[in-house]
Structure formats: C-alpha cells, structure tokens
C-alpha cells in the first residue's frame, strides 16, 4: 500500500513540476522595441544563409533581440499573421504574405504595444504571374473571358499585357486594353479578339511574365468532339455500349455539335440514361487489332506514355432549369479485358467487388456536394481533372490499385452513386471536346 501511495505522489509531483515548467514559456507581450540582426530561412539546414529578401508566401526565421515586443508586422503594407507558438525573445518564424503589396517600399515594420514604430530592410519579391486555367478553354472570339492563376499585378508604370502567342509561339497577338475587363491577383476577364487560334497565352507584368499551361482551343489528344461523320470525333469514336440514350446538337454549342444527355430523373442510382461508355471492340477479334473508328482502344490513338503528368479535360454546359444534385460523375478509363471484349459486355464492372463490380480506380466529379446544387449558370466551363486524381472506388473510398498504361482502352462517364448523397433532380448533362492532354 505504501508503495502504491508513493507511486501516485511521484506521478502527481512529476504533473506539477510539468506545469510549473510549462508557465516560463508562456507568450508575454513585452516592452521596448525590438532589433533585428539577420533573417534566414526557416530550414535549419540553410542556417548560415542570410536573406536580403524573399517571394511571397515564403517562410523565413528573424533573428534579433527583444522580439517578443512585436505586436504587429507589416512587409511592406500587408500585415502578417504572428503566432505566438514561434515567437521568442531572439527568434521568430513567420510567413512573408502571399499578398501582393500595393506599395512596395522594401520595408519590414515592426509595431510594439506602444504603438512606436521600427524598421527594417527586407525586399519582398513577387513571382511572375502562373497561369493555371480558363475557366472555358474555347469560349468564342468577341466573347467574354476569364483565366485564373497568381500575380496578376497591374503596375500603372508598367500595365499588365494578355498575349495570345499560338502553339510553340506562331502567333503574337496582343489583347487590346479596352478588351481587358477586369483584373485581380487571381483572375483576368477579358474580351477574346479578332484572330485568336489554338494555343497558350501569355501574361506579362512588372515582375515578369507566364505561359499558360494550357492551351486555348485545345485540339490535342482529342477522345471525341462528336463533330465528324455519325457524331464520330476525329478517329472516328463514338459512344458505344448497351442502352446508350445520347442525342447530338450544335444549337448553342461552344465548338460545334456536343453530346447531351438528359433530362432524366434521378437521386444518384443506377440511371442508363445519363451513362456515356465508350467500349472498345467490334466483336470480330481482338480489340487491341483496331487502330482507329469505332471500337478503338484509346491507347492506340493517343499516347499515353507519360499519363501520370497528363489531365482529362471536357467542356461541361448544365442549364440552371435543369440543375445537378445526386450521383458523383464518374469517369473511368479500364483495361478491355476488364469491361468488354469481343464476346461480352456489361456495366456491373465499375462497382466495388462487394457489389459484383472489380474495385477500378475512377474521378468522382461532385461539385454539387458542397452546395447541394450545381448548375454551369447557363454557359460552358472547361473542367479538368488530373490522371493522378482517379484513384477512387464506386463508394468514394480509394481504390485499392492504381491505373496504368493498360488502363487506357474503354472509357465511360456516368453521374451514379460516388459515395455521397444526393436529392432528386432532373438534369442535363452537355458534353464537347473530351481530351487528355499534358499537364504543362
């Protein structure tokens, strides 16, 4: 009994000794001002390297005296976050603001409780601007525009410039000022002019300038537009599988004829008219023998080599009568022997294996999830989904394997099940341009 009376008065005096030497460390906002000596980075590992100045969004390591002083801290005019936890009387690691500064005066300013002022020579450099998408790849010349990215800064000594430069730069043509509608650090809308075809654009600034990583009017890789013979895309592929309920317009198209299915009732289950499959085979051998039209492995007309840097894009119209509200859409690239040969054909292979299906790696696109309701506002986005991204299951746990090269011979869209829940609707589903393309 004894010992056990000592062990409890050893575990509670070590609790206490715990708190007591908790307190000393406790944030204390102190008096004074502070001084700086040097700033390096935060990686302990590049210590000896001193800092004159920075990018944004990068986190550096001050070293100095009495920086528990610093109440608040300004690179240039944009505050930055402190926190607490990483603030000692000679150190502080803090992250420069990804904001871009609207004066930049290469300042650093530290103010104490006091309100009094110190500071400090830092310069906070900006990247070049990174254009990463648009939010419709082929929206039509004289239309509005917007593409989307970082460091759109528009320097009234140095305004920003939009460029249309072509594939592998054919091309240089130089949005007009009055076409640029509006600009923010993360977005440009602009009016696309006279004479813009296929390719990137480019976005120039005071701190440089970006290619996009995309292409606009992208024809690259190209799965199907339904613009040729039959609806065909380029090498003649169409959609091919049982109970398919597909019907083809160009009435308020973005490039041509698209796909539509839909209206069709629904709450996320098993709906055959809104599937859009694409099985490979003709049922007269083997379908990796088909090098081109209907039936067509898609591996043997677009090479998927390097799919892992690759992003499956398609233009997607939803009208806001006829909104989106149950079923992840599910898109899946499957091996021909895993889905349908020249014998035999079904539909069952995209569910788990708890459900009779084989546990295939899928995208689950559901931007209704977080809204309860989706719709394109009665216009064409560009929706883009990254190859590394289909690593899914039908219930919207991850798959247990990953995709591969093989992967690449039939193809299916379908808005069904996903692992979420959804609420009755009636939608319509547009498709055009499906693709597969570099990611850069």
């Not at 990174?130 to 989307?148: F, P, R, W």
């Not at 990137?200 to 996009?212: A, L, M």
């Not at 009208?319 to 014998?343: M, R």
Request: negative net charge; proline residues 6%.
């Amino acid at each position: 009994m004894k010992r056990f009376l000592l062990a409890i008065g050893v575990v509670t005096l070590g609790l206490g000794f715990t708190a007591c030497e908790d307190e000393p460390d406790k944030f204390e906002l102190t008096d004074g001002n502070p001084t700086i000596s040097y700033i390096r980075p935060q990686d302990v590992a590049a210590k000896d390297s001193l800092l004159t100045s920075a990018y944004t969004g990068s986190g550096i390591c001050i070293v100095g005296n009495n920086l528990t002083s610093i109440k608040e801290m300004y690179f240039n005019d944009v505050k930055a976050v402190l926190n607490t936890s990483y603030i000692t009387d000679h150190t502080m690691l803090v992250t420069i603001p990804n904001q871009i500064p609207a004066s930049n005066t290469g300042k650093i300013y530290m103010v104490n409780k006091s309100q009094d002022t110190t500071t400090y020579d830092f310069k906070v450099m900006v990247p070049e601007p990174a254009v990463t998408s648009m939010k419709c790849e082929y929206v039509h010349v004289g239309e509005l525009a917007q593409i989307n990215g970082q460091y759109f800064v528009d320097d009234p000594n140095q305004p920003l410039t939009l460029t249309f430069t072509g594939i592998d730069n054919s091309m240089n043509l130089e949005v007009p000022r009055e076409n640029i509608k509006k600009i923010t650090q993360s977005s440009i809308s602009f009016i696309v002019p006279e004479g813009a075809k296929e390719g990137r654009i480019k976005v120039s600034t005071i701190y440089g300038e970006g290619n996009s990583s995309f292409y606009y009017a992208d024809s690259r890789n190209i799965i199907t537009d339904f613009d040729g013979p039959n609806n065909a895309g380029p090498k003649g592929v169409i959609p091919q599988g049982w109970n398919i309920d597909a019907k083809y317009s160009t009435e308020g198209g973005i490039s041509g004829a698209y796909c539509q299915l839909g209206p069709v009732e629904t709450e996320g289950g098993w709906v055959e008219g809104l599937k859009l499959p694409f099985w490979c085979g003709n049922w007269n051998g083997d379908p990796m023998s088909i090098k081109e039209g209907a039936g067509v492995p898609l591996r043997n007309i677009i090479d998927f080599s390097d799919w892992e840097n690759m992003s499956f894009k398609f233009e997607l119209y939803i009208p806001s009568s006829n909104p989106w509200s149950a079923g992840a859409l599910q898109i899946l690239f499957v091996n021909n022997k895993l889905c349908a040969n020249d014998s035999w054909q079904n539909n069952t292979y995209i569910h788990t294996s708890a459900d009779g299906g084989k546990d295939l790696p899928r995208a689950l696109y559901n931007p209704w999830k977080s809204t309860g309701s989706f719709d394109t506002g009665d216009e064409w986005i560009t929706v883009t989904i990254p190859l590394t991204e289909f690593v899914y299951n039908d219930d919207g746990t991850k798959a247990p394997s990953p995709m591969s090269i093989s992967s690449f011979d039939s193809f299916i869209m379908w808005p069904i099940n996903g692992g979420v829940q959804g609420t009755k609707c009636t939608p319509i589903f547009r498709y055009d341009n499906l693709r597969v393309v570099p990611n850069k």
